[in-house]
């Protein structure tokens, strides 16, 4: 996952004392000009690389995060204020690399007693880079923490969300279609775990998608954190199931269910189908033909395979083959 492997971001109080700590050493093998200059390009590079390392190992932004991870973390953490605090941690980088090459110059170019007080000076003046940046470190360190936890979904893989009211069959339908290869785990957007299973059909692999605290209630219900991790949806879906329980065991009517599909059907983009299963058609005579696109009941494995087939027709996935000549 694009956010799983960001490194610890140090506090800036960590990073001064690590260089000047190393400084301290490097001088203490050394005498004179020598000893100076060294502690100074050890402390400019300790700081400098460090800070250059916490900005690189971040993806870009612009570039390199897909909009469906754009706006998982946006729902999350402020994007542009990340943007922002890696772009004066990267700007400290190279104030203090011209630090240390001015003083250095200075050093060489003066007596022993001067060049101790330009080291000095340097220090001093690294020294309030780096408080000018604490509460930038500080919000990369959160947000790391905050996005590192977002699920693991490969945009690049053909999609199905499955959607609904609770109690309606949608995780069982979904454990059952995955067997083995699900994975659950809570996300800081939803109070409940996001089920995200794997399923795979002529040697293409498909993910699907349950939002259990997302897509099981109505929009007015749900917190602009939701909100917008809901609208995320809408970039990573190619289908969508929307599981309905005629017989309103589920706690929830019949109508207020295909209301639900309704606000469904016009938060994705009108070429994601969506598909209207009824679940525990063992349980009600018949549904409305036009409410419905098919039937199943989970608990009797019955249609199940049909149904995942029919979502699969929909998202009519064709990866892209290499041709005889590479073309």
Known sequence: MIFEGLP?????????????????????????????????????????????????????FGFDVDPFYYELADALVDVDRLRQALSQVMWASRQIEDLRDEYTTKVRNSDVDTARKHRKQAFARMADIMDQIKDDLRYIGDSRDQLKVLPDVDPDEPA???AGYPNIG???????????????????????????????RD???????????????????RNDIERQAVSALEHLADAVIFVIDPSGDCGYPLEVQLELREEARELFDAAVPLLTVANKHDRFEGVKAESVDATMSVTEDENVEEVLDMAVDAVGYEPDLPTRDGE
């Open 8 to 60: 610890t971001t140090p506090r800036s109080e960590e990073l001064v004392d690590k260089a000047f700590s190393r400084a301290a050493r490097a001088g203490r093998a050394k005498r004179g000009h020598e000893a100076q200059e060294s502690m100074l390009r050890t402390a400019g590079n300790v700081l400098s690389d460090n800070l250059e390392n916490v900005v690189t190992s971040w993806p870009d």
């Open 160 to 162: 199905v969300v499955v």
């Open 170 to 200: 949608k995780s069982s339908f979904v454990n059952r279609v995955t067997r083995a290869s699900n994975q659950i785990a809570e996300y800081p957007f939803t109070t409940k775990g996001v089920q995200i299973g794997h399923f795979e």
């Open 203 to 221: 040697h293409i692999r498909y993910q699907i998608v349950d939002t259990p605290g997302l897509l099981d209630r109505p929009a007015d219900e």
